[in-house]
Each structure stands twice: as C-alpha cells, then as structure tokens.
C-alpha cells in the first residue's frame, strides 16, 4: 500500500476508533482523540508494518483502554 493510500485509512480507522473511545469511556471527542493519538496504540497504528490496522474498531478501542492501565498486548493477525 503506497503512503498516501495508507493516511487515508490511518484517518478513517482512527474516526472509528476514537468514536468508540467516546463511548466507552464518556469522554468527549477532543479528549479521545488527544489520548488516543498520544497512545503506544496509536504509535504502532501509524506504522503500516505493524499490521494493527487490521484490528476491528472495537478491538482496537479495547486495546487502548487496557493499555491505559498499564498492560498492551497484541493479539495475532
């Protein structure tokens, strides 16, 4: 997948994700954007190799909250 091609799904699955980070968590939708773009989550989202853009929102969403307490560990593709 070229770069460009890659931020267009970087941007749509992160609307996904911090929509479902608002839910779960009350938070309003500058709060689960802030959070969540400043995440370790996040961090390996953004790289392609990582593979973790193939996570469902829900999953990713769940990764992020247990990562907020202290435990992060991805599951398999």
Same mark, same amino acid.
């Given at each position: 997948?070229? $770069? #460009?091609?890659?931020?267009?799904? *970087? /941007?749509?699955?992160?609307?996904?994700?911090?929509? !479902?980070?608002?839910?779960?968590?009350?938070?309003?939708?500058?709060?689960?954007? $802030? #959070?969540?773009?400043?995440?370790? *989550? /996040?961090?390996?989202?953004?790289?392609?190799?990582? !593979?973790?853009?193939?996570?469902?929102?829900?999953?990713?969403?769940?990764?992020?909250?247990?990562?907020?307490?202290?435990? *992060?560990?991805?599951?398999?593709?």
């Amino acid at each position: 997948m070229n $770069e #460009r091609s890659y931020e267009t799904l *970087l /941007y749509g699955i992160t609307a996904g994700v911090v929509d !479902k980070i608002m839910e779960l968590n009350n938070w309003s939708e500058n709060e689960a954007l $802030e #959070r969540f773009t400043r995440s370790k *989550l /996040y961090s390996y989202l953004e790289r392609e190799e990582t !593979k973790v853009w193939q996570y469902s929102t829900l999953m990713l969403a769940t990764l992020f909250n247990e990562e907020r307490t202290g435990r *992060l560990s991805l599951p398999e593709v």
